[in-house]
């Protein structure tokens, strides 16, 4: 029979010993990433209540910015009633006036709903950059 030739072993041996050092380094780096994930999760569970939070707002928000622009509409609709009672030239003043508020307030209503979405977002943004910065200087002390 042939013989193997010694640098051969030698070679395989320390490729051997090389993939098991590796090996044990992987499995520490995923007992490390386990943890990890440990360590978060209350973190990102706390900030995902936060989120539903700002989002239950904003909602809100929006709901109450609609029923103004429904009281608004419904507040056109009244005046454009009166003014047609008085009948003639008046009539079409009034509905060419309604029409236009109308316009005016259907195109102005989403502003004001994602102007007051936007400024609610940032605030409680701020807000939380604010509580972080505090946390941080006390845990610091």
């Known amino acids: 029979m ?3 030739p010694t640098a051969w072993l030698w070679v395989t041996g320390i490729f051997a010993g090389m993939s098991i050092i590796v090996m044990i380094f992987q499995a520490v780096l995923i007992a490390a990433l386990v943890n990890l994930i440990k360590d978060l999760q209350p973190k990102l569970a706390t900030i995902s209540g936060k989120v539903h939070g700002i989002a239950d707002k904003v909602e809100g928000i929006a709901d109450r910015v609609e029923g103004i622009a429904d009281s608004a509409k419904g507040i056109a609709d009244t005046a454009k009633g009166t003014v047609d009672t008085i009948g003639g030239k008046a009539r079409s003043v009034a509905t060419t006036s309604a029409h236009k508020i109308e316009e005016k307030m259907d195109t102005a209503t989403p502003i004001f709903v994602y102007a007051k ?3 609610d977002l940032v ?3 701020l807000e939380m950059r604010e509580r972080k910065t505090r946390q941080a200087a006390r845990n610091m002390q």
């Open 123 to 125: 605030g409680a943004f």
């Open 117 to 119: 979405m936007a400024i």
């Open 2 to 4: 042939t013989e193997i």
